[in-house]
T-cell receptor, first 112, second 114 residues
């Protein structure tokens, strides 16, 4: 059974810092992995999707990496801004399934 | 283009009362999902529809939860009777097709059972 863990649970950084959010999963037989952002009172928005054959994906100031063999993914946010404050969720789709298993999220606060 | 619409946004009920949530997916999206998100946790899938057919309801507690998507468009999730442990945010999402990885989420309904 796939389990997804995210560390840290919460993070507070000053504006302008580069930061890394971590996601680990127990079963390396994955189809793909997504990083989502969730703002208070709102639904989830997909940020980046990495297929199992890929090592990383980039979008603007965001870079996500994937290491299947070690069961890890990281989300790197460059030059953080107060608008980046949100909860970031990692979700894993295992091979042979359509279902995503979500982590518990990292609550990020970027201080102005 | 309008996103996924959910109502109500907030609901407070006493235990043992019934409650219903409504979702209208993005126009043209055939696949609809209901998730439950407990406080401090990630979403967990309850049921998935392909058009009007529930193709996966294995995680839906069938003793008290029911769902329908009669015309393959909007959907209703019902709880009867509600229990204290049902307090959570109920999220609806939709995607264009069955195996699409692009799910679009609504803002959710926050349920509080007292």
């Amino acid at each position: 059974k796939q389990e997804v863990t995210q560390i840290p649970a919460a993070l507070s950084v000053p504006e302008g810092e580069n930061l890394v959010l971590n996601c680990s999963f127990t079963d390396s037989a994955i189809y793909n992995l997504q990083w989502f952002r969730q703002d208070p009172g709102k639904g989830l928005t997909s940020l980046l999707l990495i297929q199992s054959s890929q090592r990383e994906q980039t979008s603007g100031r965001l870079n996500a990496s994937l290491d299947k063999s070690s069961g890890r993914s990281t989300l790197y946010i460059a030059a953080s801004q107060p608008g980046d404050s949100a909860t970031y969720l990692c979700a894993v789709r295992s091979s042979g399934t359509y279902k995503y298993i979500f982590g518990t999220g990292t609550r990020l606060k970027v201080l102005a | 283009e309008a996103g996924v619409v959910q109502s109500p946004r907030y609901k407070i009920i006493e235990k043992k009362q019934p409650v219903a949530f409504w979702c209208n997916p993005i126009s043209g999206h055939n696949t609809l999902y209901w998730y439950r998100q407990n406080l401090g946790q990630g979403p967990e899938l309850l049921i998935r529809y392909e058009n009007e057919e529930a193709v996966d309801d294995s995680q839906l507690p069938k003793d008290r939860f029911s769902a329908e998507r009669l015309k393959g468009v909007d959907s209703t999730l019902k709880i009867q009777p509600a229990e204290l442990g049902d307090s959570a945010v109920y999220l609806c999402a939709s995607s264009l097709e069955l195996f699409s990885d692009e799910q679009y989420f609504g803002p959710g309904t926050r349920l509080t059972v007292t």
